[in-house]
């Protein structure tokens, strides 16, 4: 896939002024639009609310839209302590009765993924609906850039590329091809903004935290796999770009086989970022996905019976 490709106008939608609320003694920086059935937007890793800046009004248009910053990324706190899967499920679970919402859809990016894959297995009670889009936790893949940090020295060497000096160039360089109406395509913008967002300390040792508790020099380290038939009740989309460098498309194959009753959705231009190579088509889909399904109610029979015979229909 080309890292560049010609534009036209290639402004984006603002987002709505972000909101702040305290858990447990952290700010938590989200933006909500929209009103309708709730969803909620995790972003991967290094990235923000922001990522979402171009399918999120559209999205808003028939739904309420929460794209929070995960702890350690954007504008919520950076601090020492627990960056987990669970933990990250954790705090998307507070944030969501924090702000009075019951249950909702929760649409994971990358990383994202992986917390929404946690999070159905942690509060399922909590969950109406799941679209995994590009996600982690479902193989051992995964681009060498993630698996790289990882290795022992990173540390010494992320100031380095998230430098001022280096972020300075790809500043200047993003400019300058802007003028000639050319820009990155959006796995470019998407990685660009991941390393932009590494500038000072806190945010760099946060990411080294979270990659190193679900990948190693290897690959991923963590994977939902053998835990996937649990949430065989819960209505799924699986969304993926055919030309994903970072997480292979085979990953969304190989979740489909294991969840039959899943949607699969792939999008043939597209990268790791497929909400931003085609922002109107990911809301159609979503928007579909949502009006659809209908979201079950929680049963903790059927649970117990998944638990205890798992290899009965």
Known sequence: MPLLHRSGDSSEPPLEPSRTIQLHGQPISYVEMGSGPVLVLVHGITSSSRTWGAVLPLLA????????????????????????LGAHASSLRDLLIALGHERATVVGHSLGGGIALQFAYQFPERLERMALVSSGGLGREVSILL?????????????VLAGKPVRGLTSTGLKALGRLGIRP???????????????????????????????????????????????????????????DRMIPVKHAYDAHAAMPDSRL????????????????????????FVATTEAPPFDADRLRRQLTRPDEP
Do not use: C, M
């Open 61 to 84: 248009e028939q739904h309420t839209v929460i794209a929070p910053d995960l702890l350690g990324h954007g504008a919520s706190g950076k601090p020492r302590g627990d960056y987990s």
């Open 147 to 159: 698996r790289a940090a990882t290795l022992p020295g990173a540390e010494y060497v992320l100031p």
């Open 185 to 243: 395509n959006a796995d470019g913008i998407g990685i660009g903004e991941g390393f932009g967002s590494l500038g000072d300390v806190e945010a760099r040792r946060a990411f080294l935290h979270t990659a190193r508790s679900i990948i190693e020099p290897s690959g991923q380290r963590v994977s939902a796999a053998d835990r996937l038939y649990l949430a065989s009740w819960l209505p799924t989309l699986i969304l993926w770009g055919e030309k």
């Open 265 to 288: 959705e792939i999008f043939e231009t597209a990268g790791h970022f497929p909400f931003n190579e085609d922002p109107e088509r990911f809301a159609r889909v979503v928007t579909d």
